[in-house]
């Protein structure tokens, strides 16, 4: 049984030692918020295999929303990051486009990611909050699109508002694909997504 307590050197400064306690708590958190769901997950059970007490759970996150809040928040850095790197290759921009709206719904069928963002996240967070840990995911898509008009190769009234529909209807597609294991669903979506981008391509 892990305990952090118990791996705590006494050479560690209190900030090394804080920020090992929060480590352990989010990743035990998201494990059992990936398995358990959030309403399922006690803080109790969170904290009863590191050894830490309650007050150093709150201490760190106030409650449970608020440690469900900072992993869901890392999983959203996870999957712009993993964005970021699918397309980091590619030189076309309609393809980066493409690619990278494809990959996003590649999240929808990896665990733990799926269950954390696109189940418990929409049904546990605030349409603001979910927005704001989406803000630079979103901005990433915003720039790709606003790139992909300045050289002609999309043709949309307002590069902005041709965001919001991709995001949304993204948000809307993964939470479908999330639902189920079934590969034809995903490769179904990703069709999808393609579809409506080609039909604004020059």
Same mark, same amino acid.
């Given at each position: ?8 050197? @006494?050479?560690?400064?209190?900030? &090394?030692? @804080?920020?090992?306690? /929060? /480590? ?14 959030? +309403? ?12 830490? @007490? ?15 809040? !900072? *992993? *869901? !928040? &890392? ?22 486009? *493409? $690619? ?9 069928? =990896?665990?733990?990611? /799926?269950?954390?963002?696109? $189940? ?27 790139? +992909? ?13 041709? +965001? ?13 694909? +999330? ?14 997504? &393609?579809?409506?981008?080609? =039909?604004?391509?020059?």
């Amino acid at each position: 049984m892990f305990n952090i307590v118990t791996v705590m050197s @006494t050479k560690l400064t209190k900030a &090394e030692q @804080t920020q090992r306690t /929060r /480590r352990a708590i989010l990743d035990r958190a998201r494990h059992l918020f990936a398995i358990k769901g959030y +309403a399922a997950t006690g803080t109790e059970e969170i904290i009863s295999e590191l050894g830490i @007490t309650r007050g150093a759970l709150y201490h760190q996150f106030k409650d449970k929303l608020g440690v469900f809040k !900072a *992993v *869901v !928040a &890392e999983a959203y850095d996870e999957i712009t990051n993993y964005i970021t790197i699918t397309i980091q290759p590619l030189d076309d921009t309609w393809e980066q486009l *493409v $690619i990278g709206c494809q990959a996003f719904l590649e999240i929808a069928q =990896k665990e733990e990611l /799926r269950r954390l963002v696109f $189940i418990e996240a929409p049904a546990v967070l605030s349409a603001e909050t979910l927005a704001e840990f989406d803000q630079y995911g979103f901005g990433l898509l915003h720039k790709v699109i606003q790139i +992909a008009v300045n050289e002609g190769k999309l043709n949309t009234i307002d590069a902005e508002g041709f +965001a919001h529909l991709i995001n949304g209807s993204l948000n809307e597609l993964a939470g479908w694909v +999330a639902q189920s294991d079934d590969p034809e669903r995903l490769k179904t979506a990703q069709q999808l997504v &393609e579809t409506l981008l080609n =039909k604004h391509q020059n």
